[in-house]
């Protein structure tokens, strides 16, 4: 079936860093990418999305692109918060068979200022 | 619109005791989720439903964890009898399923804490 590998966290990161997070996936057919994120005591929330290959997701300065090629779909942000502290989950949502969300592990981010 | 709803937000209870978590989910949503977070096994997708009709609940941990969608604006998780290592924040989703919204959305979730 399918599945979601993301690193390990956590990551710790100081303010105005460069963050990567990497996600493999594997998938049959042409599965759509999510990056969710929960903040402490939250439920998750979308972050960002891709549908085929080679959209680039981005919100909140975050971005991610689909590369079919490598199964990958790795988040990255050019210069993180304190705010950005939380844990993200990688997710694939496979179109074949019975339809639901796959997700990763997750993994926690946390910035200093 | 006020997203997915869960009740109760805390939940403390004995051993033995019947616990029962509840969930509205998004009007016009036709699938619903409930998953289950703790730090040994991260996220688990315990069982979902699409137009009410529970289409995989591999993820029910055992029998003693049951889940009913009556109508499309509620569903019920419950755990009879609970027992302490069910302590987990519980999260349902909704979504509405289309080839052009795939996004699922959460609730805040039920902690639960049995004792």
């Known amino acids: 079936g399918d599945s979601v590998t993301q690193m390990e966290g956590p990551v710790t990161l100081s303010e105005e860093a460069f963050l990567t997070i990497n996600c493999t996936y594997t998938?049959?057919?042409?599965?759509?990418l999510f990056w969710y994120v929960q903040y402490p005591g939250e439920g998750l929330q979308l972050l960002l999305k891709?549908?085929?290959?080679?959209d680039k997701g981005s919100n909140k300065g975050f971005e991610a692109t689909y590369r079919k090629e490598t199964t990958s779909f790795h988040l990255e942000k050019g210069s993180v918060q304190v705010s950005d502290s939380a844990v993200y989950f990688c997710?694939?949502?496979?179109?074949?068979?019975?339809?639901?969300?796959?997700f990763g592990t997750g993994t926690r981010l946390l910035v200093s200022p | 619109d006020a997203g997915v709803i869960q009740s109760p937000r805390h939940e403390v209870t004995e051993m033995g005791q019947e616990v029962t978590l509840r969930c509205k989910p998004i009007?016009?949503?036709?699938?619903l989720f409930w998953y289950r977070q703790t730090m040994m096994r991260g996220l688990e997708l315990l069982i979902y439903?699409?137009?009410?009709?529970?289409?995989?609940d591999s993820g029910m941990p055992e029998d003693r964890f049951s889940a009913k969608m009556p109508n499309a604006s509620f569903s019920t998780l419950k755990i009879q009898p609970s027992e302490p290592r069910d302590s987990a924040v519980y999260f349902c989703?909704?979504?509405?399923?289309?080839?052009?919204?795939?996004?699922?959305?959460f609730g805040p979730g039920t902690r639960l804490t049995v004792t």
């Open positions: 009007s016009g949503h036709n699938s």
């Open positions: 439903f699409n137009n009410n009709v529970p289409i995989d």
């Open positions: 891709a549908t085929k290959a080679d």
């Open positions: 989703a909704s979504r509405f399923t289309s080839s052009d919204t795939d996004e699922q959305y």
């Open positions: 997710a694939v949502w496979g179109n074949t068979g019975f339809q639901k969300l796959v």
């Open positions: 998938a049959t057919g042409y599965p759509s």
